[in-house]
């Protein structure tokens, strides 16, 4: 369960509240119309859709319009009066939802905070107080005595702690107590505010503040005070509070606010909080927005603090997903960089890069603009038809990598498939071998993907484990034996399918010269060499592939991950056209192969790889990386061996299995995995800073060894 939880959960294991929208189309305490119009604009935008997609069970209950127009020259009386009347009436509508609905108030403008918080003071009822964050540009704490605009829209925060009009201050429930307040992001305020909520007791936490430790450490301060006497507690957003560069969509043009993208991050913490019962979110001014990215904005920051946490989602994952996969106790929500970030708003580095396929960072800036722009343009036709984006993919891939042609493909698995049809169709068409008698050598310990004809060559007994029978073919020899290789090579041999460094297996680095005499093996014997390049290659160990170490061109490479930048799987079987034209229209295809959306992404990769040379800065990170594992390695490690940023820690199981070694780190917030339970493996985003990494070396290191002296004891998370 997360913070959206009834009323009377005390964990957050639990199944999500629902949540009930009450806009309020009330702008009758602001100076300006406009945020009157927000309710039915959100609504409009597509709310209830995208915050569903979120898995937030959400309605929309009702909409609040008010009794009376606010008519030029109308009296502050008669304002304070109407801002009261429609404040009743949605504190009675909240006050009427069931006892385990989660309120959602969309205003309007801040006045409708007098109703929304004493009825949900009132929901808590009996159990004890409510605690209250509200978020605001301004304090909202006047008076009629105090105030020097006479908009009522300045005094909700001073009604809820009983100061000012009777019409404002009686409504709905009980008293908010000051203590149990905090205001976050205040940039703007007159001085009898100020000194009436220092008089009473509020916490304020301004923008300097903000400034100088973070938001994130902030908003944490403010979440224990307000939980600390009390039994549940709200959070209010003044759109105010956001800059308005970021965040157009508000009548406050003062600059210097919170942006919008941190607050979502830190609103995520909200979603560990069972003691979390109302959210209010207003002042969005549609006439401000007319692209809608700020309705995008109010959806994610809603998103953010209702939508379910990792244990509510690691459940449905368990319940209505294949168990064919056993992840590592976190659920990631956003990535940045070298960073990711899980649902409740903890961060990590990302040391995995997704087995190298991030090789860029998370969301870089480039690839994204290249997926957006041609996802607006056209994304699929399927290759019944040319289009205007594979055709120069083709040419940059043929010229970066020496090779006279490319097949297109979606996964490194279809990647490695092709590859094996053409090798032993050449066998056939070129070579001269009989009919169906050709043979594929491969490595032990290899992984080329998990297909029925790959885990068939694989030696690794779980792969293999029921999915037989499997195709004949292949014959496997050790990985790092070039005399293995040639002894294994038969009038049949088509070619030598191969990694250049294992990964799967365990980072395994050969002998160095080992490619270069596979290669002259293979060429005196008329057999191709196919290098399985998708997780070495584009830089990962230090060359461009992991090949050019050895000084070898292959017959063929196989390229996959970090080609489709983290954004979308994009692969490709490079040859000479000696290979590659044994096919013809309709051996072998795919229809997402080769889209245009793909190949989009895949072209700005290869800019940034020209552009960047990012292999450099691996061979640098790497050596770094891994003599510091050496010099500092506790005595659960066993051997540090790796290329590039291409990395791998073997354990002693006897002191710490690596399974258990990636789980403690994870709690440290270091991101990785293990393979085969023996060796952890360490490969981050290519883009990551030096600082960064030697931060993490030390924690890598201070975790194992911490470990391994706990060895026995309950695992965190």
């Known amino acids: 369960?997360?913070?959206?939880?009834?009323?009377?959960?005390?964990?957050?294991?639990?199944?999500?509240?629902?949540?009930?929208?009450?806009?309020?189309?009330?702008?009758?305490?602001?100076?300006?119309?406009?945020?009157?119009?927000?309710?039915?604009?959100?609504?409009?935008?597509?709310?209830?859709?995208?915050?569903?997609?979120?898995?937030?069970?959400?309605?929309?209950?009702?909409?609040?319009?008010?009794?009376?127009?606010?008519?030029?020259?109308?009296?502050?009386?008669?304002?304070?009066?109407a801002v009261g009347g429609i404040s009743r009436r949605l504190a009675d509508s909240i006050a009427a939802l069931d006892a385990d609905a989660f309120p959602l108030v969309l205003g309007g403008d801040h006045s409708v905070a007098m109703g929304t918080w004493p009825a949900v003071a009132g929901r808590v009822g009996r159990r004890g107080e409510l605690g209250l964050i509200w978020i605001d540009a301004h304090l909202d704490s006047h008076t009629t005595a105090s105030t020097h605009s006479g908009n009522v829209h300045g005094m909700p925060l001073a009604?809820?702690?009983?100061?000012?009009?009777?019409?404002?201050?009686?409504?709905?429930?009980?008293?908010?107590?000051?203590?149990?307040?905090?205001?976050?992001?205040?940039?703007?305020?007159?001085?009898?505010?100020?000194?009436?909520?220092?008089?009473?007791?509020?916490?304020?936490?301004?923008?300097?503040?903000?400034?100088?430790?973070?938001?994130?450490?902030?908003?944490?301060?403010?979440?224990?005070?307000?939980?600390?006497?009390?039994?549940?507690?709200?959070?209010?957003?003044?759109?105010?509070?956001?800059?308005?560069?970021?965040?157009?969509?508000?009548?406050?043009?003062?600059?210097?606010?919170?942006?919008?993208?941190?607050l979502s991050s830190t609103l995520l913490s909200l979603r560990a909080c069972s003691d979390f019962v109302a959210l209010e979110i207003v002042e969005y001014v549609p006439d401000f927005d007319r692209a809608e990215v700020g309705a995008g904005w109010v959806a994610e920051l809603a998103g953010a603090a209702l939508g379910p946490g990792s244990d509510a989602l690691r459940a449905k994952e368990r319940q209505f997903g294949a168990h064919n996969y056993d992840p590592l106790p976190a659920v990631f929500h956003r990535g940045d960089g070298v960073w990711l970030w899980d649902v409740e708003g903890r961060r990590y580095l990302d040391m995995m890069s997704a087995y190298s396929a991030v090789s860029f960072g998370h969301s870089n800036p480039r690839l994204v603009r290249a997926l957006h722009d041609q996802a607006q343009r056209l994304a699929l036709t399927s290759r019944a038809y040319s289009n205007d984006r594979l055709p120069l993919l083709l040419e940059r891939l043929s010229a970066l990598f020496g090779y006279e042609r490319a097949l297109p493909v979606n996964t490194g698995l279809e990647a490695v498939e092709t590859a094996l049809k053409a090798a032993r169709k050449w066998a056939y068409k070129v070579k001269g071998v009989a009919a169906d008698r050709a043979e594929i050598i491969v490595c032990e310990n290899n992984f080329h993907g998990r297909s029925i004809t790959i885990v068939g060559m694989s030696s690794e007994p779980q792969y293999?484990?029921?999915?037989?029978?499997?195709?004949?073919?292949?014959?496997?020899?050790?990985?790092?034996d070039a005399d293995a290789l040639e002894a294994a090579i038969t009038q049949h041999t088509a070619a030598f399918l191969v990694e250049p460094v294992q990964g799967e297996g365990g980072i395994i680095v050969p002998p160095d010269g080992y490619l270069r005499r596979c290669a002259e093996i293979c060429r005196r014997h008329d057999v191709l060499l196919i290098a399985d390049e998708v997780q070495t290659g584009l830089g990962r160990t230090g060359r461009l592939l992991a090949c050019e170490h050895d000084g070898v061109r292959p017959d063929g490479i196989i390229l996959g991950k970090a080609l489709g930048g983290g954004l979308l799987p994009v692969s490709a079987f490079l040859a000479d056209s000696a290979v590659m034209d044994?096919?013809?229209?309709?051996?072998?295809?795919?229809?997402?192969?080769?889209?245009?959306?793909?190949?989009?992404?895949?072209?700005?990769?290869?800019?940034?790889?020209?552009?960047?040379?990012?292999?450099?800065?691996?061979?640098?990170?790497?050596?770094?990386?891994?003599?510091?594992?050496?010099?500092?390695?506790?005595?659960?490690?066993?051997?540090?061996?790796?290329?590039?940023?291409?990395?791998?820690?073997?354990?002693?199981?006897?002191?710490?299995?690596?399974?258990?070694?990636?789980?403690?780190?994870?709690?440290?917030?270091?991101?990785?995995?293990?393979?085969?339970?023996?060796?952890?493996?360490?490969a981050p985003?290519?883009?990551?800073?030096?600082?960064?990494?030697?931060?993490?070396?030390?924690?890598?290191?201070?975790?194992?060894?911490?470990?391994?002296?706990?060895?026995?004891?309950?695992?965190?998370?």
């Open 1 to 81: 369960m997360t913070h959206s939880a009834p009323l009377h959960v005390s964990t957050h294991t639990e199944a999500l509240a629902p949540v009930k929208i009450i806009g309020v189309a009330s702008a009758l305490g602001a100076p300006g119309a406009g945020p009157d119009a927000a309710p039915a604009a959100l609504e409009a935008s597509g709310l209830l859709q995208r915050l569903r997609a979120m898995g937030i069970a959400v309605d929309w209950h009702e909409t609040l319009l008010p009794d009376a127009d606010r008519a030029p020259g109308t009296t502050l009386e008669a304002r304070i009066a």
């Open 685 to 717: 985003p290519l883009v990551i800073e030096e600082a960064v990494l030697d931060e993490a070396a030390g924690v890598i290191l201070d975790t194992l060894a911490e470990a391994a002296r706990r060895r026995g004891q309950p695992l965190p998370g």
């Open 464 to 480: 293999r484990d029921g999915f037989g029978p499997f195709a004949p073919g292949f014959i496997r020899i050790p990985f790092g």
């Open 159 to 262: 009604a809820l702690l009983g100061e000012g009009s009777p019409l404002l201050t009686g409504i709905g429930g009980p008293r908010l107590s000051p203590e149990n307040i905090c205001i976050i992001g205040a940039r703007s305020w007159e001085v009898e505010e100020f000194d009436r909520l220092k008089r009473l007791g509020v916490t304020i936490f301004d923008m300097e503040a903000i400034r100088e430790r973070g938001l994130a450490a902030v908003f944490a301060d403010a979440l224990d005070a307000v939980r600390r006497n009390t039994v549940a507690f709200g959070v209010t957003i003044d759109l105010d509070a956001l800059d308005p560069a970021a965040f157009p969509a508000v009548t406050c043009r003062e600059p210097g606010g919170i942006l919008p993208e941190e």
């Open 582 to 682: 044994v096919f013809h229209p309709g051996d072998h295809g795919s229809t997402f192969g080769g889209n245009p959306l793909g190949a989009a992404v895949a072209l700005e990769v290869l800019d940034l790889l020209e552009e960047t040379r990012p292999w450099e800065r691996a061979a640098h990170l790497g050596q770094r990386l891994m003599k510091r594992f050496s010099d500092d390695a506790p005595d659960c490690v066993t051997a540090v061996r790796g290329r590039g940023l291409l990395v791998g820690i073997e354990l002693d199981g006897a002191r710490l299995d690596a399974v258990t070694g990636a789980r403690v780190l994870l709690a440290r917030g270091i991101a990785t995995k293990d393979t085969h339970h023996t060796v952890l493996r360490f």
